[in-house]
């Protein structure tokens, strides 16, 4: 239990349209349906944020973090919206039933509060409870103006602290500025992420993979750690370091208001070389696919790559596999040096490995409460459904 305040990251869930959707639906089904949506909320917010408390319909998660990755944080809650909103549809396409609550599923959008501050955990009544002005602040936050101002339903409200502990700059990724006012608290200022448009954005955006059949490089690593782990492995510069053979150096370029993804340019240096990976598709915590450009002596080699992470039962497999260059002539140099890049990837496994295995010693991913989520009953409007997984 943490004895005095530490630096943290404090995220509120929030169900929009709850109060409104139970004033003329059946309450067992409603039950059912809200069960349902936030057991999909809770789990695609973890590991990255711990649930401290569920409230009513919403969640009330926290990641204990003094410079929370900007990054990361971005794509767990918005891989968390789009999650939601592939379960509220399947939900919906899933029930024959007419009731109320069913037909109205629909009208349940979701919205996130984040703020960046201090935080104390302290037992109360014999549970752990987070306390402090930080605390307070955010719940205040749910209370806000977003929607009169801007329209806007499906929403993440981040504070500017949270945005600038982060090292995210709101302006290029298109986020809104708002200030909202407490009496005894004063004006804060935040920042709008629009996530129906990001979902428009994601629906619309062509994918880039490299197909098992159609790799000339496939090694596969099973891990015993969940894909957000291993993703962060993956993509976390900070991390790369800890297992990439001879990395000297990992400097990201590109990044839209410091958050890596699609158009980012990784350059990966070993002394005096340097790879570079070109961003193609980014899809946390799916896969993501880049063009790897390697100087070799016959010239520029470039391979399409994608790093494709498949969830088991025992944690996550992650597949390395490189596509065939379009040109002759590339080609030809990938025959050649694919042993070589088969031993280094198999290489970089090996400390990819022994990195995580070394982080999950320290790594406490427990909730700071147990409580037992509620479930749809078997004879339920969702029956018929599919439980709940960890990508979608």
């Known amino acids: 239990m943490l004895l005095e ?23 067992d089904h409603a039950h059912d349906i809200l069960a349902d949506l936030l057991n999909t909320v809770v789990t695609a917010l973890r590991p990255t944020f711990r649930l401290a408390k569920l409230e009513g319909d919403a969640a009330f998660t926290v990641a204990f973090v003094d410079r929370p990755d900007g990054t990361t944080l971005l794509d767990t809650i918005e891989r968390c919206y789009f999650g939601f909103r592939r379960r509220r549809r399947d939900v919906r396409q899933a029930t024959s039933c007419e009731c109320h609550a069913c037909v109205r599923i629909p009208d349940l959008d979701l919205k996130f509060v984040v703020h960046h501050g201090q935080a104390l955990v302290q037992k109360v009544a014999g549970r752990k409870e987070l306390v402090g002005s930080d605390v307070i602040l955010v719940h ?18 981040f504070t500017e602290a949270c945005l600038a502990a982060a090292a995210i700059e709101p302006q290029p990724l298109g986020m809104l500025a708002t200030t909202e006012s407490f009496e005894r608290i004063g004006e804060v200022s935040c920042w709008v992420h629009d996530l129906d448009r990001r979902w428009r954005e994601e629906e619309a955006r062509v994918r880039v993979f490299v197909r098992p059949e159609d790799a000339i490089i496939d090694v596969k690593v099973p891990t015993r750690v969940p894909p957000q782990v291993a993703w962060e492995f993956l993509t976390v510069p900070g991390r790369r370091r800890t297992w990439q053979p001879g990395m000297t150096d990992f400097v990201v370029t590109g990044a839209t208001g410091g958050r890596r993804g699609t158009g980012a340019t990784n350059h990966c240096v070993h002394g005096d070389d340097v790879t570079l990976e070109e961003i193609l598709d980014w899809r946390p915590y799916d896969y993501l696919t880049d063009r790897t450009i390697v100087q070799t002596p016959g010239g520029p080699l470039r391979l399409v790559h994608t790093l494709e992470l498949e969830p088991t039962a025992e944690g996550t497999i992650i597949h390395f596999r490189y596509g065939p260059p379009k040109a002759a002539r590339e080609r030809a140099m990938a025959l050649q040096v694919a042993p070589m890049f088969d031993g280094l990837i198999r290489q970089a496994a090996d400390n990819l490995l022994a990195a995580i295995e070394s982080d999950a010693v320290g790594r406490t991913g427990d909730d700071l409460s147990e409580p037992e989520l509620a479930r749809p009953r078997s004879d339920g409007p969702l029956s018929g459904l599919a439980p709940i997984t960890m990508l979608d």
């Open 140 to 157: 205040r936050l749910l209370k806000n103006e977003v929607a009169d101002r801007f329209g806007i339903g499906a929403y993440a409200l």
């Open 5 to 27: 305040p530490q630096p943290t990251c404090l995220l509120i869930a929030d169900l929009s349209g709850y109060t409104g959707y139970l004033a003329d639906v059946e309450l």
